[in-house]
């Protein structure tokens, strides 16, 4: 044998369960079996070190104990290679079936091949792209490919192939000429709609409106991924898909590549690359979209809303979110005034029916009239709430140290009868089963005082806590209070203020140290 040779030690892993159902029978283990060894017999670098036979087991998980036995030999370096028939002998669960493909697999430099499917994780060319997994994966899976492949990648993108997961809304892959893209005429016809509405124009908004009342599939509707229940709302159209749609240069026949991906349908998980590291290359495919009526739209654009600059002016900037979908609010100048909006809300109102727009400097001015007011309660008004709350707590916490002081008396008469009940037992003045009897009566007692005990400590820390938590607002009242309005601007607000949420018309702000109070407008 050469030494240059790479010998593998292949894992040949079996995988049946209820959820093949039709297909039971092309998909039963002798055939498996059958396909994989006539397989392994086509090539001599591969020798057959175990066969993992999962019967019974659904590919929705991983937890299956031959597969588990076939990671422990990975682990001990026994295996080297993995064979299925095809993707979903080894899981059904495309996130988690992609993270071994992707992820763990070459990270035990371990070569994955489904023969049918024809995945080779070792290869990498355009042919090999994991069509059916990498159609359900977003960014994070691209991100997590080696730097080689990556390199690959970019290199077939400069030539001009499409080389990426999934074809961008509008568009399909050529299956006999992988890596081109032809145009997908339904969703094709989608993105067309959605430009001849801007160059009408529609507002964003209204274009939204427009596709969802006519039932327009959106693009994560339209990649229609089997497995993927989770997509939360695909259905539902958003502005930020329309807004990636209006300025996609793909519709223009171009390839623009080196970005994370065109179509996420997780936009949290979302990356972008700089503007320069982008790779455009120009008329590799037919257009959707003629470059007068792009750059029409794109004029248009440039009168939408504009955002408000990063300021540090805004002093609840880092404190505003959406008490429906608990997202941060975002700012936005519109005519010389800056307003908050929930971004979730302007997407579609279906996902958040939070409508609120509330002019920015009204919000700041009622909270300063709020903490004014609450300065003037504090030390003007004797039977304040704070201060009554106050002696509340002070005399709360008297008498739970006298209970204390009881209880801990209690504790030591107990222990004291356990030690002579003890004793009596040891010079044998008292019979076994007595001895037991008022063991267990006294060491019930013994465990209730010992458990109240503990637990009036802790009211007692609580209430201790609750008085420093009133001194505190106090100091920090006096300190606001000497303050001009311009000057809060240098305060730290976080001092103060935990959270305000916005809901319709109303704020609710939730200070430091009491309870959350709720301002209308
Ligand atoms: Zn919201």
Partial sequence: MSNKQVVYNVAIYLRLSKDDGDNIESESITNQRKIIKDYINKHQEMKLYNEYVDDGYSGANFN????????????????????????????????????????????????????????????????????????????????????????????????????????????????????????????????????????????????????????????????????????????????????????????????????????????????????????????????????????????????????????????????????????????????????????????????????CKINYEQVEDRIFEFIVHMYKEYFENSKSKDNLYKKYTESTIKEEVNNLESLKGDLRKINFKITSLYNQRLSDNIKEVDYKDRYNTLSVQRKDTTEKISQIEKEIEDNKLKLSTLNQKKIILKKVSKLEKDDLKKFNMGELIKKIEVFEREIYIYFNFSDSEIIKF
């Fill in 64 to 355: 299956r104990p031959a597969f588990n036995k076939m990671l422990r030999d990975i682990e001990a370096k026994k295996v080297n290679m993995v064979i299925t028939k095809n993707l979903a002998r080894l899981g059904r669960n495309y996130i988690e079936t992609g993270s071994y493909i992707e992820k763990y697999f070459p990270d035990h430099r371990v070569r994955y091949i489904a023969i049918l499917d024809r995945v080779d994780n070792f290869k990498d060319s355009v042919n090999n792209d994991f069509i059916p997994i990498k159609s359900v994966f977003n960014e994070k899976h691209c991100r997590d490919t080696s730097v080689a492949v990556k390199k690959t990648k970019r290199r077939k993108m400069q030539e001009g192939f499409y080389a990426c997961t999934t074809a961008p809304f509008g568009y399909k892959k050529d299956l006999d000429n992988s890596g081109k893209l032809i145009i997908d005429e339904e969703s094709s016809n989608t993105v067309k709609k959605i430009f001849e509405l801007k160059e009408q124009g529609y507002t964003t908004p209204q274009i939204v409106k427009y596709l969802d009342s006519n039932h327009y599939k959106t693009p994560a509707e339209y990649l229609n991924i089997k497995g993927l229940e989770n997509v939360k709302d695909k259905n539902v159209w958003r502005r930020s898909s329309v807004t990636r749609i209006l300025g996609n240069k793909v519709y223009l026949g171009h390839c623009i590549r080196g970005k994370s991906q065109n179509i996420s349908y997780k936009s949290k998980d979302r990356i972008y690359v700089k503007r320069n590291d982008f790779i455009i290359i120009e008329n590799t495919h037919e257009p959707i979209i003629s470059e007068e009526t792009f750059n029409k739209v794109h004029n248009i654009n440039k009168y939408g809303t504009i955002q408000a600059h990063n300021g540090t002016n805004y002093l609840f900037r880092d404190f505003v979110y959406c008490k429906n979908c608990g997202k941060k609010l975002i700012f936005k100048k519109e005519r010389k005034k800056v307003y908050i909006y929930c971004r979730t809300n302007s997407e579609n109102s279906k996902l958040c029916n939070n409508g």
